[in-house]
């Protein structure tokens, strides 16, 4: 098994359904790599807004499709779109793959040791592969609450 590594400020699917980006060929590669048995990692970046929080896997998530979606921020809730989301008035990560399946760890684990030698300090806005199958079971071997997809926010049809 493999994991899929991604740096963000946090990771709140019932709020944030949709892996975003800010380019289409980053999500296009996820889509293209990423197989059905296979998870997206959210590790909170230096950015996130909790401290202690910095540095850790937050959960993982399985793609619902390899659709890219734009603009992505149709996907979200309205609450999560603030001044931080926004670049010169747009949306800073226009494209995404909505999310099928998503896990939150109960006790947010450290990163670096977790990941190893492949641990990133990849700036938020790309990704990378944890490919030490050892390691990669053993993230996903933790202890995690699942995410009920089906109550994530919908956007008026």
Not at 15 to 21: N, R
Not at 76 to 85: A, I, R, Y
Not at 112 to 119: L, N, R, S
Request: charged share 25%; aromatic share 8%.
């Amino acid at each position: 098994m493999r994991l899929f590594i991604t740096h963000m400020q946090d990771s709140t699917p019932l709020e944030w359904p949709i892996i975003s980006y800010r380019r289409q060929a980053v999500v296009e590669r996820l889509c293209r790599n990423i197989r059905a048995n296979e998870y997206l990692l959210y590790v909170a970046s230096q950015n996130c807004p909790t401290p202690k929080m910095r540095g850790k896997i937050l959960g993982f998530t399985k793609i619902k499709d390899q659709t890219v979606r734009t603009p992505a921020e149709k996907y979200l809730s309205p609450g999560k779109l603030d001044d931080g989301c926004l670049k010169n008035g747009s949306f800073k990560w226009p494209f995404g793959v909505l999310i099928g399946e998503a896990n939150m760890l109960i006790q947010p684990a450290d990163a670096k040791f977790m990941i190893g030698p492949q641990y990133s300090k990849t700036p938020q806005g790309d990704l990378y592969i944890l490919d030490d199958p050892k390691r990669a079971n053993a993230i996903v071997e933790l202890t995690c609450k699942a995410v009920d997809m089906d109550e994530a926010f919908k956007p008026p049809q």
